[in-house]
């Protein structure tokens, strides 16, 4: 379950910030002084992840050519914002910033050319995702970690956790299937 806290870090860390200056290099360094700050905080954390800014350096390249900024600085602004804290081993951050999670992580699955929707309520979050012919659906805890199962013809019912709804193509794929076309 670490790697998977570890993940939720990792889509923090996943794009360009400000989508007021339309520079990719200025959007960049926004997003990684941002990026910074939030990883400052972590850090402070006994279950902090190594390496927090390092680790994800992939992933802010992602996120900067999937052009979800916006949804980004705003998961970025609330997390900056909320506490953060462990529970046992496991990082639990930024609770109240689940909406703003999952727009962005709905961007980014729309860029991958996947869809996504779902619902999430003050105490309930459930989520469906699907790139290509691979698909699940997922429910949990508002502001938690949600637990999956796949939907594709031969892994229906094989479950995994996600740090978020809707979960990433990398973790879908990795639990349900094959990486859709395009990836």
Sequence with gaps: ??????????????????????????EANEAKQLVSEVCGQLSLLPCAPADCEGSYQGELDSAIHSGCTSELAAWLACLKDSPHSCDAEELVMGAGCSMDASAYRTCNLEADGCSAGGATDATTQSCGVQCGGVSAHCEGPT??????ACATAGKEGVKFSAPECPPSS?????YCGTTPAGQ
């Design 170 to 174: 990398t973790l879908l794929n990795e």
């Design 143 to 148: 502001g938690e970690a949600v637990e999956c």
């Design 1 to 26: 379950m670490r790697t998977l806290s570890s993940i939720a870090c990792a889509g923090l860390l996943v794009a360009a910030c400000s989508a007021d200056s339309g520079d990719p290099g200025s």
